[in-house]
């Protein structure tokens, strides 16, 4: 079991920035997976957002490519997800979670972010004028 913690949600206006982090707490290292960050807002479903794998390749959902960028630091133990240009529709819980070692991508190479192993608590963002 791989304990995260997200962090660096909050309230932005729309074309604001955001920068997210997921860290490993409890002697937990995140180098041997995949990470992917997901979403949910109220009554909608779950939507993966990105990913990255555990030799730094990444993957983006639509709604997100040109906009957010995700990055890990293994001696830091941390993935970093930025969001530029952010929208209202950005709106909901952010999470994080393990992917074993491959992101899970859809039949036209996008993020699906179907399935994790462990995640966070989530972190709120929220963005409104």
């Known amino acids: 079991q791989v304990h995260l913690v997200e962090s660096g949600g909050g309230l932005v206006q729309p074309g604001g920035s955001l920068r997210l982090s997921c860290a490993a707490s409890g002697g937990s290292t995140l180098d041997d997976y995949a990470i992917g960050w997901f979403r949910q807002a109220p009554g909608k479903e779950r939507e993966g957002v990105a990913c990255?794998?555990?030799?730094?390749?990444?993957y983006y959902a639509d709604s997100v490519k040109g906009r957010f960028t995700i990055s890990r630091d293994n001696a830091k133990n941390t993935v970093h997800l930025q969001m530029n240009s952010l929208k209202p529709e950005d709106t909901a819980v952010y999470y994080c979670g393990t992917e074993g070692i491959f992101c899970q991508i859809d039949y036209s190479g996008s993020y699906a972010g179907l399935n994790y192993g462990s995640w966070g608590q989530g972190t709120q963002v929220t963005v409104s004028s």
């Open positions: 990255i794998t555990h030799n730094g390749g990444t």
